[in-house]
């Protein structure tokens, strides 16, 4: 247990961050083991609430892929994948809908309301918030052919209409945002999280973009002692045409050039792993995880 003054001295440390964050918008993607393990997830979520306390507006969008994959194998349906993206077909999308906006969705609201919180739960669907239109996949074979892929019910975000977020938000509530959107004919799509998270923060032109991941952030080497504190758009630009940022971390920097893009100050990618990784990023001197700029001071 610390003293008393050691008490003393992290909140005074936190001061003029939380005069410095007052009243902003912070979106933060909820993913990998910080879902997965629940005390993790119950660590998050209190930084979340504690956040929303002290005049903050946090907003939360979560995956669920595999919860997704759990109950499409209970239901003896298979998933095919092209470049990590889910092929969605009509029974798909049904399973997804349910396991994103019925179950995870849910649990995380009920979980915010229980430590404290005030948290209402909505997918892309609600208030037209997230429209999109099919996604359409273009790829080259190595004679440079270039074939089309039908990924089903798979959505590209056109527009976001943030005002319900507005709404929530001024009332007091935390949105929890499942990552569906809704195309021609009010049809259900599947969108990829964190590409939501990058597009939505920058619609609600948010102060913060943090991403909770299961790495500690950008490795520029193979190991952790290789890991970049801070990385310019043109320096993601490098990695990405160099190959050093590849899978998984690839749709994560994708969405956080697209929020950068459209007026979010700054985004964070940080280990989800770590207890109160947000409090830690947000509220401390030092921070923790990779800073993508702009440009450099």
Known sequence: MLDPTKKAAILVEALPYIQKFFGKTVLIKLGGHA???????????????????????PVIVHGGGPDINKWLEKTGHQSTFVQGMRVTDEKTIKIVEMVLSGNINKEIVGLINALGGKAVGISGKDGNLIQVEKKQFLSKDQTGTETKTDLGLVGEIKKINPEIIDLLTAQGFIPVVSPLGIGPQGKSYNINADHVAGALGGALQADKLVMLTDVEGIYLGEDSSSLASQLSIQEIYNCLQKGIIKEGMIPKVESCLLALKNGVANVHIIDGRKPHALLLEIFTNKGIGTMIVKEHL
């Open 35 to 57: 879902m997965l393990n629940s005390e993790l997830e119950k660590l998050v979520l209190q930084d979340i609430v504690l956040m929303k306390l002290v005049g903050m507006n």
